[in-house]
């Protein structure tokens, strides 16, 4: 499924159904199979199904602690997809706290489905797209959904409020006051 020089997912995977992933994996599954879940025990290079497969398969992690948790969502993000999406299902504020604080992601998501949480509009307030901002995290212009006004040319006509001489007035005033 994973293209391993590349450790992205292999083209004739990406947008297939779970049904057709698994034949082309050797795997039978039952008719009418929507979603394929892998277990896993680590993230990076040595564990390829950690990494965005474009396609209705998901790993699943199991961590016993929040700190564990936390550690395994920064990892993921570290690996393939700084600054893109992180997803918490919590009733607790002080851990929807800590993972807005800690977590390199523009679209922090709470009680909201991931996949299409993301893209905005169905589920919460974020603008609708398809292109998705990582932000500086992820060395992108912008860390918003991609909207018609990012394809604007918006031009500032800008006038001065106060005169440059003024400013330097005003400092030299604080200056001799001290």
Same mark, same amino acid.
């Given at each position: 499924?994973?293209?391993?020089? #590349? ?20 795997? $039978?599954?039952?008719?009418?199979? $929507? ?5 896993? @025990? ?8 950690? %990494?965005? $497969? ?5 790993? =699943? ?7 564990? /948790?936390?550690? =395994?969502?920064? %990892?993921?993000?570290? !690996?393939? *997809?700084? %600054?893109?999406? /992180?997803? +918490? ?7 929807? @706290?800590?993972? *807005?604080?800690? =977590?390199? /992601? ?25 292109? +998705?901002?990582? %932000? ?9 959904? +991609? ?8 031009? !500032? ?20 006051? #001290?």
């Amino acid at each position: 499924m994973i293209d391993p020089q #590349r450790h992205t997912v292999r083209g004739p995977v990406a947008g297939q159904s779970a049904e057709k992933i698994a034949e082309l994996a050797g795997i $039978k599954v039952p008719a009418g199979t $929507k979603l394929l879940i892998g277990k896993l @025990d680590g993230i990076g290079t040595n564990f390829p199904f950690s %990494g965005e $497969k474009l396609s209705p398969t998901l790993s =699943m992690y199991v961590a016993n602690t929040t700190d564990a /948790a936390m550690n =395994m969502c920064l %990892g993921l993000l570290n !690996y393939g *997809g700084l %600054g893109h999406t /992180a997803v +918490l299902h919590t009733q607790d504020n002080n851990i929807v @706290d800590r993972f *807005g604080h800690e =977590m390199p /992601a523009c679209r922090i998501l709470i009680n909201t489905p991931g996949s299409l949480g993301g893209i905005g509009g169905l589920f919460n307030g974020l603008t609708p797209s398809l292109t +998705l901002g990582t %932000g500086t995290y992820g060395k992108n212009s912008i860390s918003h959904n +991609l909207s018609t006004g990012d394809l604007l040319n918006i031009k !500032y006509v800008s006038r001065p409020t106060r005169h440059p001489i003024e400013f330097i007035n005003e400092l030299r005033a604080l200056v001799q006051a #001290r």
